[in-house]
C-alpha cells in the first residue's frame, strides 16, 4: 500500500468571521479532519531564534518537542493521536517549522482516518511564502462584513478593541487573501461569504465538497451536537454559540450596535476593501488620511480597553490559556539578545 495522500485546506482571512463555525460544520464530514487551531505558524515563526540551526538535531527535536506541548495545552483538544518529536521528525522531508505544522495536521486526520485537513489559523494568510513552496494548500478565504468582525472584535477577550486598528487590520488581511487569489490557480481558491452561509448553509458547504473532493453529508447542519463543537463552546466565552444551530439573523449587527462614528471610522479606513467583496457603505466614501496625533490617541484607547477587557476575562477562561502563555513566554525567554 502506497504513503496515504492529504488535500491540505488552508482558512484565511479575518478572526471573528464565523471560522469556528465553518470549521465544526466541516468537521463533520468523515473525509475531513477540522481541529482547533494551536496557531504554530503564527506563535513559532517569531521564536524561531531560540533554537538556533534547525539542522542540528538536537534544535529540531527541541522544536518539536514544543509544538507538541503547545498542542497539549490547547484549549480545545486534539483528541485521538499521539504526537511525539520522534514520530514527527521522522516523517519530516527538512527540518522547518512548516514541516511540523503539515505534519501534526497529517497526523491529526490519519487518527481520524480522513485524508483532509483544515487549519482555521485565518492568520497563516501571512504566512503564504512558507505554506507555498511545499503544502501548496488549497485556500478557502471566509469573509464577512468587516464592521460586524469590528463588533465583535470590541467584545472579545482577543485582538484589537479601537475600531481603528480593527479595520486596519481587516482591511490588510483581505487585501492579502484578494491578492492571494490573483496569483494561483482558479482550482486552488475559493470564497464563502459569512452572510451567505447563514442564509444557505446546505448550499454553501456542498459547494465547498466540491471544491475540496469530500462526499456531502447532511450532519453539517447538526454540527452543535458533535463532541467538538460541545467542547469548543465549553472551552471559552468566545465560541459558546457553536453548540447552538445556525444564528441567521447574525448579520448587519453594527448597523443597530455599533455608533456612528465607529461606522463611519471604519469605513474611511477599509471603505474601499467593503465594496470589493460587495458590502455597500453606509456614508459617503472619506479617504481622508488620519493625522499621527489622532492614531496616537485611538492607540491610547486601544491600549485602555484591552486592560479593560482582560479585567473581565473569566478566571476560568484564564486558566485555560495559562499553560500556552507560559510555554511560549519560557521560549522567548531563550532568545538570544542581540
Not at 491529526?108 to 492568520?123: D, L, T
Request: aromatic share 10%; with cysteine; hydrophobic share 40%.
Amino acid at each position: 500500500m502506497g504513503k496515504q495522500q492529504f488535500t491540505a485546506i488552508q482558512m484565511i482571512g479575518t478572526q471573528r468571521s464565523g471560522s469556528n463555525l465553518l470549521r465544526l460544520m466541516l468537521n463533520q464530514l468523515d473525509s475531513v479532519s477540522a481541529p482547533h487551531p494551536p496557531h504554530i505558524l503564527e506563535r513559532f515563526v517569531t521564536l524561531l531564534p531560540a533554537y538556533g540551526d534547525l539542522y542540528d538535531p538536537l534544535n529540531f527535536v527541541k522544536l518539536a518537542t514544543d509544538v507538541c506541548r503547545l498542542i497539549e495545552f490547547n484549549p480545545v483538544p486534539w483528541d485521538g493521536v499521539e504526537l511525539s518529536s520522534e514520530i514527527i521528525i521522522s516523517r519530516c522531508k527538512k527540518n522547518s517549522i512548516e514541516e511540523i505544522f503539515r505534519v501534526v495536521y497529517e497526523l491529526r486526520a490519519e487518527s481520524q482516518r480522513a485524508h483532509i485537513w483544515i487549519c482555521k489559523s485565518m492568520v497563516n494568510i501571512q504566512f503564504v511564502n512558507l505554506l507555498e513552496p511545499d503544502i501548496k494548500p488549497l485556500y478557502l478565504h471566509l469573509f464577512r462584513d468587516g464592521r460586524d468582525v469590528a463588533l465583535s472584535f470590541m467584545k472579545a477577550i482577543v485582538g484589537e478593541k479601537h475600531v481603528y486598528f480593527i479595520a486596519k487590520q481587516w482591511r490588510e488581511e483581505q487585501e492579502a487573501a484578494l491578492r492571494l487569489m490573483n496569483t494561483i490557480e482558479n482550482n486552488r481558491f475559493a470564497q464563502v461569504r459569512y452572510e451567505s452561509l447563514l442564509a444557505n448553509p446546505e448550499r454553501e458547504i456542498k459547494k465547498l465538497c466540491s471544491f475540496m473532493g469530500a462526499e456531502y453529508d447532511p450532519s453539517v447542519l447538526s454540527f452543535f451536537k458533535s463532541d467538538e463543537s460541545i467542547n469548543t463552546a465549553h472551552s471559552g466565552e468566545m465560541w459558546k454559540n457553536v453548540e447552538k444551530p445556525i444564528l441567521k439573523d447574525n448579520f448587519n449587527k453594527f448597523t443597530k450596535e455599533m455608533s456612528v462614528t465607529d461606522i463611519q471610522l471604519f469605513e474611511q479606513v477599509a471603505g474601499e476593501t467593503l465594496l470589493k467583496l460587495g458590502y455597500p457603505l453606509q456614508f459617503p466614501v472619506n479617504n481622508t488620511p488620519f493625522t499621527r496625533d489622532q492614531i496616537e490617541e485611538f492607540s491610547a484607547l486601544n491600549e485602555q480597553r484591552k486592560k479593560e477587557i482582560r479585567g473581565k476575562i473569566k478566571p476560568e477562561d484564564l486558566a485555560k490559556r495559562q499553560k500556552q502563555d507560559d510555554l511560549l513566554r519560557s521560549i522567548r525567554n531563550r532568545i538570544p539578545i542581540s
